[in-house]
């Protein structure tokens, strides 16, 4: 069965840090993987979507940036945080297994702070 | 902008009471549709898919209409584990778009 992971969970972090959370997918192969935020009180935003290695198309202009370097790993990360980046992101894969090709599968996710 | 509306609620109800969530979507090209469950502070969860012919998982029931742009689900008899925000979801690959969520809160 596929599983997603994602690290860390909880992070707080002062303003103009660095940002880099990961996400990897298990069982299973190129699958098409996604980067959301949910700020509070609001739906989910899709930040970032992916078909394959290095192949990043971008939902929303904003000091963020997404990498694949790996066909299940999924990389989001900033040069410098603004308070407004805090929130709760989540990685989600979808993919060809059998079932509907558009469902969505999320990780746990990572609760950000910006401070 | 392609959005998808829903009531926030909270719709609070009674053990055992059958309770109907609506949603519209704005994009007529969407092709696939879902209800997901989030609960508090964690990651949404696929519930069901929702297809034309309507679809049934225990009791659980969605439906959509496309000529409306409207989707609902319809919870039979319910649980407090029920209680939580329904997504109301459309779109296509690479475009799944969520709505705010729908509150639920089952209540003893």
């Known amino acids: 069965s596929q599983t997603i992971h994602q690290w860390p969970a909880t992070l707080v972090q002062p303003v103009g840090s660095p940002l880099s959370l990961e996400c990897t997918v298990e069982g299973t192969s190129n699958p098409n993987l996604y980067w959301y935020r949910q700020a509070a009180g609001r739906g989910l935003q899709l930040l970032f979507y992916s078909v394959g290695i290095g192949q990043i198309s971008s939902e929303v202009p904003q000091n963020l940036s997404a990498s694949r370097p790996q066909d299940r790993q999924f990389i989001l990360s900033s040069k410098k945080l603004l308070l407004s980046d805090s929130g709760f992101y989540l990685c989600a894969w979808s993919g060809f297994t059998g079932l509907d090709p558009y469902e969505q599968y999320f990780g746990p996710g990572t609760r950000l702070t910006v401070t | ?108």
């Open chain 2, 1 to 108: 902008r392609k959005e998808v509306e829903q009531d926030p609620g909270p719709f609070n109800v009674p053990e055992g009471a059958t309770v109907a969530f609506n949603c519209t979507y704005s994009n007529s090209a969407s092709q696939s549709f879902f209800w997901y469950r989030q609960d508090c502070r964690k990651e949404p969860k696929l519930l069901m898919s929702v297809y034309s012919s309507g679809n049934e998982d225990g009791r659980f029931t969605a439906q959509l209409n496309r000529a409306s742009q409207y989707i609902s689900l319809l919870i039979r008899d319910s649980k407090l584990s029920d209680s939580a925000t329904y997504l109301c979801v459309g779109g296509s690959q690479g475009n799944l778009i969520f709505g705010k969520g729908t509150k639920l809160s089952v209540k003893p």
